[in-house]
């Protein structure tokens, strides 16, 4: 890097590249150096810029220009990931402003989105000019991107024109693990959209940050036009509909051991409540985090610290044991509730104090799943979070209070917030519904608070002039990685009670120095103890120098680790949008109803809350027709390349020996990317990818023969229900979007592909030969004349059949649609809904909460 002439045009390169009739990019024209500037306050930015290949323009401010490198992965926080930074040309300060498309066919044609933003300075005792040297070592203060890094420049190789640096973390407090800043950081810091938003030039769901009174509730509102905007009225979680299906068979106790605790994730805070069908929205519970494991009787329950207080929650360890449950690691929320019936920390605290767990019927405590990490020795954290909280919801069915599954809402989250600070409760949880479980903190899970409180230590207390009262406040601090930082004082929210407890656990903590650094005003009249009691404080905000300001003590923590204890500083929320760009989206799909491709998109980016489920991580075959359903269809199973790398293939081995790539998808982009590639129908396996061999679902397709009345295929489902009923097997429900109906059998892993077709080959030939009149069990379409065919044959290694929610390439773009029992009765045919009722089907499947799901194996038969 040469020494600039103060004279010369120093953005010369830089405007011989571009053409500034067609880029909208800023023109560097005139630019001339600017030296003397305060090196604190140079501006600093990077652009995540999808040009030929995706990288992250990495730009400080030196003398009046943007000093630029790409950096071709993205910056990392891990001190031990060296990135690559390749120099480029200098650009004008009004380039880090700059956030839109760039033409193709101009110089580095793409979308170019304002990733990171702030000021840069060397650090002490070094200078910008030590760029010359090759050497820069200096503090970032972005919106990502924070404390010390290091650029460095290697040494070229011989004819090497490009200049070649590596941009590094160093460590420090803002240090970090693995990709994360690239990983979670999906969305602008100028606009908050994503780089598909972008692309399409849309606002989309813009950012809140600034915005207040009436202009922040027009934003709100904007943002969440996409829903119904009918606040829903919050009830306590709904029985499914198969809470006590006939026929289930009680579990003999299991000689497993409970699973062992593993870490729990957590939620980041983030400051408005993300929007969109890809969010779930909880109740934030206002008490203690458990994780719960069991097997049969053996119950163990675990703080979110690994704690067992079994003892302490033992009323709640013998309900779980009475539901003799399979081994399973379950997460939630123990909560008290107050007089007026709300969840409260503090009546918590006072049934916990009153002998560790003893309960009346006043008090008793509960015990609120919102999660299932394992089940049956299988790990379900990778599987996708609305596929856990299905199969949690099935496993716990059968539960009863004090037990219940966490109710959610998809989509609609205003709403419960609103409905939430309203009742006076903490606030709620968003959870992106196609996220693994990470067991740590991430922005897949996030909170918005309706009152602002915390955890904090406590690092001493001040003497009480009062008569009777042993302290008149505390004194309270945080971490900040490895240092303890005086966060000020609270002196409200006890009683008598609370006092003397208080009083009698800082006696046995005392000591003569501050574990802090504190000023001598706050000090005068101080006693100190050893931090290591946790305090939750309400307060009003946090002063300029961090002090709590009207703060009002909640309780004691004990379920928390002192050092865990650190600022939580609201984010903005996530937007969660799908990144796949579908193109032709005016393409006529359905010539008969004139609905596109887009729609067809549209349909499924909303309903992939509740088809992923059933369609994630499984191989599936897909009914293509690029042209339009009146057009060439064709059906394919093997992986193409072309579906780019939100779809993935799995190697299976074929008949002949050999193996094949089959297709599967983990999340709502892979959904797109199919339509993107004119699919319109998803036919699924009947066993998972990540164990072809042991098949988890077996379905009875019944197919009845032309003219025969619609009821007698409802007739013929319910009669299987019942006959499998009576062998202990749970069957549900589906309507198929074409003619009939399929009874679905959810089974656990176990037996084979054999075991499996033969059993189902047997069951429809005894239901054949019980009843030669209604069903037959082969093919043959002679055979078939007035009656059901009852089709085994998807039950074969191979074979497929219509995913739960899949659009079906018929006239009037019918869906197939899970249905209860009790509504099957009422149904005229086998497609009432079509891809216009997205939103509909999101609603209706509240009731259907644990369809599909059920812990059972097939018996001896």
Partial sequence: MSKADPGEDLLAEYNRKRDFTRTAEPSGKGAKRRVGKDPRSNSF????????????????????????????????????????????????????????IIPQGEYGGGTVMLWDRGTWAPIEGKSVADLEHGHLHFTLEGERMKGEWLLVRMKGRPGEKRENWLLRKVSDAHAGTGDTLVEQGLTSALTGRTMAEIELDKAGTQSLKGKKGDAFTQAMSDASAHTDGKARAVSSPAKGPNKAPPGRKPRTKSAVAPPEFRPVQLATLVDTVP????????????????????????????????????????????????LDLPPCLVDGEVIARNAAGNPDFSSLQA????????????????????????????????????????RLEALLAAAEPPLFVADHLIGAGESLYEAMCKAGQEGIIAKRIDAPYSGKRSRSWVKVK?????????????????????????????????????RGKVGTGFDADSLADMAARLGKLARKSAPVEVDRTEAR?????????????????????????????????????AKSVTPEIPQPAPVAAIEVQVSNRQREIFPETGQTKGDLADYYAQIAPLMLPFAANRPISLVRCPQGRAKKCFFQKHDSGSFGPHVSHVPIREKDGGAEDYLYLADADGLVACVQMGTIEFHGWGSRADAVEQPDRMIFDLDPDEGLDFKECVRAAKDIRAHLADI?????????????????????????????????????????????????????????????????????????????????ARAGAPVAVPISWDELDAAKDAHPYSIADAQGLVERARALRGWGFADQALPEF
């Avoid at 985090?289 to 360890?317: N, Q």
């Fill in 450 to 486: 309706c009152t602002r409180r915390q955890e904090f230590v406590i690092v001493g207390w001040s003497r009480s002039t009062a008569k009777g009262r042993p302290f008149s406040s505390l004194l309270l601090g945080q971490y900040e990685g490895d240092t303890l930082v005086y």
């Fill in 45 to 100: 930015v990077v652009q995540k810029h999808a040009a030929r290949r995706l990288h992250w323009d990495f730009r400080l401010e030196v003398d009046g220009v943007l000093k630029s490198w790409a950096v071709t992965k993205g910056p990392s926080a891990d001190p031990s990931d060296k990135r690559l930074a390749v120099r480029t040309e200098d650009h004008p300060l009004a380039y880090g402003g700059f956030e839109g």
């Fill in 275 to 322: 929007t969109g069908n890809l969010w779930m929205h909880e109740i934030k519970f206002d008490g203690y985090r458990a994780l719960i494991a069991a097997s049969g009787g053996d119950v163990r329950v675990y703080t979110r610290s690994g704690l067992d207080w079994t003892d302490k929650f033992a009323p709640l360890a013998a309900q779980v044991a009475d």
């Fill in 351 to 390: 049934v916990l104090k009153r002998g560790h767990g003893a309960q009346g019927e006043k008090d008793a405590l509960e015990f609120h799943a919102f999660d299932l990490l394992e089940v049956g020795g299988e790990d379900l954290t990778s599987l996708p979070q609305i596929e856990r909280k299905e």
């Fill in 525 to 561: 009249g101080a006693s100190w103890v050893t931090p290591k009691l946790v305090a939750e404080i309400a307060f009003a905000e946090l002063t300029s120098e961090g002090r709590v300001r009207h703060g009002s003590f909640l309780g004691l923590r004990t379920d928390k680790q």
């Fill in 728 to 808: 202990g097997l749970v069957s549900f429900a589906m309507l198929s979007g074409g003619k009939g109906v399929h009874v679905v059998v959810p089974l656990s892993r176990g037996h084979d592909w054999d075991v499996h077709k033969d059993f189902s080959r047997r069951f429809a030939e005894a239901m054949s030969l019980a009843e030669p009149d209604r069903f037959v069990a082969t093919m043959s379409k002679a055979k078939r004349k007035g009656r059901i065919f009852i089709d085994w044959l998807r039950n074969q290694r191979g074979a497929t059949a219509v995913l739960p929610y899949s659009a079906r």
